[in-house]
């Protein structure tokens, strides 16, 4: 299988060893440098960055959080002249500050990179047409993708998001071989073909779907791949971390996401007590990054679920470890008459129902402290509320509520999907 750049993702173990120590060591030097950084490092008991001399070390270091990236607004994190910034990005701030990361000339080199990696693991070479839906702008999504593309010399084509009849014609004209979205957005595409006259329902020349910024299940990616032809990547990172790709992909063998070694360390820890846990353990994936310069993580708690599944060499050549799908977010999990699920399993659970689609909505209505839920789900004709509801106690141990509607009556998003509604009453 091809890589891009197979030094790197074919190092031993003791040679990522030597790396992460290096990068390390080079990042707390930087960090100590920035008055924000160093008072956040000495509150958590670091006197010096002189103390970390192992990799074991590093759980001596405190976490920090994304309370850090909104105290520093804008701009309080930044490690070097505000001459060397040649970029910035942040997320939407829909929940209070935005997050900002800006850029270096070598952190945009360096994202581009990882992005050329996961292009490259995707199955993408020189020349092949890439069609960019995230949106370009403050979000990361589409420059991430533009950085990427143009350091693999593939052919651009920079949509950004919304207007799906277009998209699909830029797709059928332009030969996409490979296009990046996020996945709620794919049903739009599938139902716009659909609509189409016979013989203009499909993309022959479409390969690869790379998705990101959303949870998605087994069963939704093997709908997506039977109705569009292609195969689809699980691609990993975001603005904490420096953005979309940064942080990894899944690779042919779609055995779990290689993390890039060379650039982070991963760990897994215990939401609750912040002890590293064994692999194989689910619990916080918490990264820090090695080779940034403007704006370095240190024990950044990223709240997604997962796992590491293994640091053996893979069955693509890769040697980087791997860590499970992201299965959900310590902040997204809901609670239910005791039951504890996360939207992820919800949406595992109705694909495996005949005729449901794959537009739902999760409605949580609280009254006197008490929380229902109500599961709305687009369905074919002959699929009921009693249906749902029941293969939905089987699968997460609570009944909710099951609505069915009609195909094309739920609400659409251009964008990332909103699967969890909140109502009092």
Same mark, same amino acid.
């Given at each position: 299988?091809?890589?891009?750049?197979?030094?790197?993702? !074919?190092?031993?173990?003791?040679?990522?060893?030597?790396?992460?120590?290096?990068?390390? *060591?080079?990042?707390?030097?930087?960090?100590?440098?920035?008055?924000?950084?160093?008072?956040?490092?000495?509150?958590?008991?670091?006197?010096?960055?002189?103390? @970390?001399?192992?990799?074991?070390?590093?759980?001596?270091? #405190?976490?920090?959080?994304?309370?850090?990236?909104?105290?520093?607004?804008?701009?309080?994190?930044?490690?070097?002249?505000?001459?060397?910034?040649?970029?910035?990005?942040?997320?939407?701030?829909?929940?209070?500050? =935005?997050?900002?990361?800006?850029?270096?000339?070598?952190?945009?080199?360096?994202?581009?990179?990882?992005?050329?990696?996961?292009?490259?693991?995707?199955?993408?070479?020189?020349?092949?047409?890439?069609? &960019?839906? #995230?949106?370009?702008?403050?979000?990361?999504?589409?420059?991430?993708?533009?950085?990427?593309?143009?350091?693999?010399?593939?052919?651009?084509?920079?949509?950004?998001?919304?207007?799906?009849?277009? *998209?699909?014609?830029?797709?059928?004209?332009?030969?996409?071989?490979?296009?990046?979205?996020? +996945?709620?957005?794919?049903?739009?595409?599938?139902?716009?073909?659909?609509?189409?006259?016979?013989?203009?329902?499909?993309?022959?020349?479409?390969? +690869?779907?790379?998705?990101?910024?959303?949870?998605?299940?087994?069963? !939704?990616?093997?709908?997506?791949?039977?109705?569009?032809?292609?195969?689809?990547?699980?691609?990993?990172?975001?603005?904490?971390?420096?953005?979309?790709?940064?942080?990894?992909?899944?690779?042919?063998?779609?055995?779990?996401?290689? +993390?890039? %070694?060379?650039?982070?360390?991963?760990?897994?820890?215990?939401?609750?007590?912040?002890?590293?846990? =064994?692999? $194989?353990?689910?619990?916080?994936?918490?990264?820090?990054?090695?080779?940034? %310069?403007?704006? =370095?993580?240190?024990?950044?708690? !990223?709240?997604?679920?997962?796992?590491?599944?293994?640091?053996?060499?893979?069955?693509?050549?890769?040697?980087?470890?791997?860590?499970?799908? /992201?299965?959900?977010? !310590?902040?997204?999990?809901?609670?239910?008459?005791?039951?504890?699920?996360? #939207?992820? *399993?919800?949406?595992?659970?109705?694909?495996?129902?005949?005729?449901?689609?794959?537009?739902? *909505?999760? @409605?949580?209505?609280?009254?006197?402290? /008490?929380?229902?839920?109500?599961?709305?789900?687009?369905?074919? #004709?002959?699929?009921? $509320?009693?249906?749902?509801?029941?293969?939905?106690?089987?699968?997460?141990?609570?009944?909710?509520? $099951?609505?069915?509607?009609?195909?094309?009556?739920?609400?659409?998003?251009?964008?990332?999907?909103?699967?969890? &509604?909140?109502?009092?009453?």
């Amino acid at each position: 299988m091809n890589m891009w750049n197979r030094t790197l993702e !074919t190092l031993s173990r003791d040679e990522y060893a030597h790396l992460q120590l290096k990068g390390l *060591q080079k990042s707390l030097r930087r960090v100590w440098t920035n008055e924000f950084y160093r008072n956040r490092l000495m509150r958590g008991g670091v006197a010096s960055p002189e103390d @970390i001399k192992s990799l074991d070390d590093l759980k001596k270091l #405190p976490f920090f959080t994304k309370e850090d990236f909104r105290e520093a607004y804008p701009l309080k994190m930044n490690c070097c002249e505000r001459r060397d910034l040649l970029e910035f990005h942040m997320s939407s701030g829909s929940t209070g500050t =935005p997050v900002v990361m800006a850029y270096t000339k070598n952190d945009l080199d360096q994202w581009a990179e990882c992005m050329a990696r996961c292009f490259t693991m995707a199955g993408l070479e020189k020349g092949d047409a890439l069609q &960019i839906m #995230p949106t370009f702008g403050l979000f990361n999504g589409g420059f991430g993708c533009y950085h990427g593309a143009r350091k693999a010399r593939l052919f651009t084509i920079p949509a950004s998001s919304g207007n799906t009849e277009r *998209q699909i014609r830029l797709m059928k004209d332009f030969r996409t071989k490979g296009f990046v979205s996020v +996945v709620s957005y794919v049903p739009r595409i599938i139902e716009k073909l659909d609509s189409m006259p016979e013989g203009e329902r499909d993309l022959p020349y479409l390969k +690869v779907g790379i998705f990101g910024s959303e949870t998605f299940s087994d069963e !939704t990616r093997r709908r997506i791949e039977s109705r569009l032809g292609i195969e689809c990547f699980d691609i990993y990172g975001m603005t904490e971390t420096g953005g979309i790709g940064t942080t990894g992909q899944d690779c042919q063998c779609h055995s779990g996401l290689h +993390v890039w %070694e060379d650039q982070y360390i991963t760990e897994i820890i215990d939401p609750a007590t912040g002890e590293v846990l =064994p692999d $194989g353990e689910y619990g916080e994936v918490v990264f820090t990054s090695l080779t940034r %310069e403007a704006m =370095p993580i240190i024990r950044y708690r !990223t709240h997604d679920i997962s796992r590491i599944l293994s640091r053996e060499k893979c069955g693509c050549g890769r040697t980087s470890l791997r860590i499970d799908r /992201i299965t959900g977010r !310590t902040d997204d999990m809901l609670i239910v008459k005791g039951v504890n699920f996360y #939207p992820r *399993q919800v949406e595992q659970a109705l694909m495996e129902i005949p005729g449901v689609k794959d537009e739902f *909505q999760i @409605i949580l209505e609280e009254h006197n402290g /008490i929380t229902d839920v109500t599961v709305n789900v687009e369905a074919e #004709p002959g699929v009921t $509320g009693h249906t749902v509801a029941k293969h939905l106690r089987e699968r997460l141990g609570f009944l909710p509520k $099951g609505d069915v509607f009609p195909v094309g009556s739920l609400p659409r998003s251009e964008g990332k999907a909103k699967r969890v &509604i909140r109502r009092s009453v």
